[in-house]
């Protein structure tokens, strides 16, 4: 069973704006000046997004103090985004996108994914669905840009693998 899909990502437009729950939009190019991205794009309407939130969350908090910006973007508006995360919208930066016009800009065709951004405005990993092997590939390569400890993929309690979801009709 292999989810790994480096080539379905693109390159996002450095214009892309991505829209916090709380605080100012802001483009790619402004969050990447410093840091590199690593996101989980979900949709609240999508059962498989569901699954995949305890266990992305702990990816995402695992690298919360590397040198790298975590976030969720969520493939709805921020009430959706907040019932579906919990606790975790207000730990991690959270990015509602109820267009799809950011999910679609970087590529992604089925949720839950993984990304990882470069600080140069490249996808340099992604994967759609929950493939654990393939999720720890990117957060082991991930961990070495960082020099920064990888999470333990998969843990007790971790769904079984599955494919993402089509993106919902906008």
Known sequence: MGYLHPAVATNPAPDLTLVPITGHPRTVRELLTTFHLLFVAVDPANVRSRWIVPTAARVLFEYEQADCRVAWLVASDATDARKLL????KDIMTFVDPELTAVKGFGISTLPAIVHVGQDLG??????????MAWRALTTE???HMSWSRPHIPVAGDPGAFEGAPLPKV
Do not use: M, T
Not at 86 to 89: H, K, S, T
Not at 123 to 132: H, K, L, Q, R, S
């Open 86 to 89: 919990g606790r975790w919208a």
């Open 123 to 132: 996808v340099v990993n992604a994967v759609e669905g929950w493939d654990p």
């Open 142 to 144: 991930l961990s070495r």
